[in-house]
Nanobody, 121 residues
Framework: QVQLMESGGGSVQAGGSLRLSCVASGFTVNSDCMAWIRQAPGKEREGVAVISISGLKSYADSVKGRFTISRDNAKNTLYLQMNSLKPEDTAIYYC???????????????WGQGTQVTVSS
């Protein structure tokens, strides 16, 4: 059974850092495209970062230079290192699995339950 389980969210002050983790089961994280997608209150879901099967990475303009997506194949885990956090980064963060190298949430078919990130000013 395919499962994605996020952890690592929390509350931090602006300028702080967090690292999100997503443990996958039922498949391997390097067998499909994997992404981090967030949803802020009252807003649509937004693709934040994606990593392809070959390791290519792409980021939303709003997080470039601050966030880094990575994976550990041995641990079958996806990560999102978030630095220089801003209040506008406050959202529920989901990891997701899809077939296409894309930041569009509609391209992802399997999702975790999400982890809350709150950044205060």
């Amino acid at each position: 059974q395919v499962q994605l389980m996020e952890s690592g969210g929390g509350s931090v002050q602006a300028g702080g850092s967090l690292r999100l983790s997503c443990v996958a089961s039922g498949f391997t994280v390097n067998s499909d495209c994997m992404a981090w997608i967030r949803q802020a209150p009252g807003k649509e879901r937004e693709g934040v970062a994606v990593i392809s099967i070959s390791g290519l990475k792409s980021y939303a303009d709003s997080v470039k230079g601050r966030f880094t997506i990575s994976r550990d194949n041995a641990k079958n885990t996806l990560y999102l290192q978030m630095n220089s956090l801003k209040p506008e980064d406050t959202a529920i963060y989901y990891c997701a699995r899809g077939r296409y190298y894309s930041l569009a949430p509609r391209d992802y078919t399997q999702w975790g339950q999400g982890t809350q990130v709150t950044v205060s000013s």
